[in-house]
Structures are given as C-alpha cells and as structure tokens.
C-alpha cells in the first residue's frame, strides 16, 4: 500500500467522526433526554478506557515476561512503565490545568462546566487515542501488512462514528455552530490522519503507549466531569439507561473489528 493510499484512507477512517456529530444540533430535548446522552458518552468513554489499557498492557506485559525468563534485561520494561505514568499523568493533570485556567470563574460559583467545554475536552481526549491508532493503521500500511492495515481502517472508522455521538451528548439541546462542530471533528478525528502519517514514518512502541497513556488520562478526566454534570440532573434512571447504551453501543463497535480480524 503506497503511502499516499495510506493517508488518504486514514483520513476517511479518522473523520468518520463527522457523522456522529449533527445530532449535537438538535433543539428542544428534556433533562431527561439529555441526560440519557450525557451518560451515553460516559459509557462509550469507559469502554474505550479498559480498550486503551488492553492495548497498553500487552507491551509491557510482553516485555516484563521477557525480563523474567533472562531474554532481556530490565531497562526496557521500566522505560515503557515510566512512558505509561507520565503519559496518563499529563494527560489527567493537563485537561485539569485546561479547566482551572479557562474556568475558574465558573469553578468558584460553583455552576458545572459548560457544554462545549466538555464538548472539547472529549473532543480531546478521543483525539489522543485516535492518534495511537492512526500510528496502528501506518504501521501496518509500511510493514507490508495491507489485509489488516485495510480491517483496521474499516473498524476505526466505524468506531470513530460513535465517537461523534460521545462528543456530542453533553451539547445535546444547545444547538451548537456548524462551525464549532466542524472544529470538534477537526480535534477528535484529525489525529488519525497524522498518526497514520506518523506510523507510515516508523515504528515505535514507545510512542504508541505514550499516546494511549495520554488518552488514558484525559478520558478518565472527562468521565469524572460528564458524571458530575448528570448527577447534578437528578435524572438517575435515565443517566444509567444512558450509561448501559453507551458501553455496549462501543462495545459493538469493537466487536466489529474483533469479526473483521482486526
């Protein structure tokens, strides 16, 4: 597969996201409603966080196995250990360094966080973990691997669908600017296209863990957030309908890939 094949196809997969997002502008829905499609992306949120770990303990595991049986020496592991802290670190801490500079004010009154604020930071979030399989989709395209560069593509991209619907759920009777949804695509999807350009570039372990370590954190950040924005709806059966829906609608997704050899 040549590279511009790659990167074009990359592109498609990562800006999939674009169908999830319209929904965003629908008017005139209920607490109810919106908070069914708040915890709706806390639950694809939670299932993509145990995927991101699957993914970054295979390596490390890998590598600590080979410690132990004498194969290699113990560098290595403590190296992909230390990329996996600071990673999940950073991108924990830095999504909570975004929120106390841009809303502190909003903060100290004691009001949630806005829609499009935890609009962007899902948005962000996503498009870190994009970005590591972006790096998956290049690096199978360079090494010859054209089937699962080409499954991989078909299953993120219909990932990514879903994933316009999470960034979307908390925007939910806001109607927010084709623009601004436009830029929600651009930060969640974009990365997939310049990971693919990246892993067609090279390979590196190392990299791809550090990236899935920073998606890691700045998820788990905005779980925190979304949950705290349906809890104050006082909507719980709705919220945990919501929370059901959005697991298992990720959770088909993935099994997508899974029947696709992905």
């Avoid at 498009?127 to 993120?156: C, D, K, P, T």
């Avoid at 600017?177 to 350009?197: A, E, H, N, R």
């Avoid at 949950?227 to 059901?244: D, E, F, M, Q, S």
Wanted: glycine residues 14%; proline residues 3%.
């Amino acid at each position: 597969m040549s590279f511009f094949q790659t990167i074009l196809l990359g592109a498609i997969a990562g800006f999939t996201i674009y169908l999830g997002l319209p929904i965003g502008r629908i008017e005139k829905i209920s607490d109810r409603v919106r908070s069914f499609l708040t915890m709706t992306s806390v639950g694809i949120l939670i299932f993509l966080l145990f995927d991101i770990f699957s993914h970054i303990k295979e390596p490390i595991e890998g590598t600590l196995k080979q410690t132990l049986e004498g194969k290699a020496g113990a560098s290595e592991f403590v190296l992909l250990l230390i990329i996996l802290v600071i990673g999940f670190g950073v991108g924990l801490l830095g999504l909570l360094a975004f929120e106390l500079r841009f809303t502190r004010a909003t903060r100290e009154s004691g009001e949630p966080l806005s829609p499009a604020r935890i609009a962007i930071m899902i948005a962000t979030g996503l498009g870190l973990h994009n970005f590591a399989e972006g790096l998956a989709i290049g690096q199978s395209a360079v090494q010859g691997q054209v089937a699962l560069a080409s499954l991989l593509i078909i299953g993120f991209g219909l990932h990514n669908a879903t994933e316009g619907f999470g960034i979307v759920g908390p925007l939910a009777g806001t109607r927010p600017s084709w623009g601004f949804l436009g830029l929600m695509g651009l930060i969640g999807g974009g990365p997939t296209f310049l990971g693919t350009i990246l892993g067609y570039s090279f390979v590196s372990q190392r990299i791809s863990i550090l990236f899935l370590a920073l998606a890691a954190g700045a998820i788990l950040f905005v779980i925190g957030e979304l949950y705290h924005v349906a809890r104050r709806a006082g909507l719980k059966h709705a919220a945990t309908w919501g929370l059901l829906v959005g697991f298992f609608l990720a959770y088909g997704t993935e099994l997508v890939l899974e029947m696709s050899g992905a």
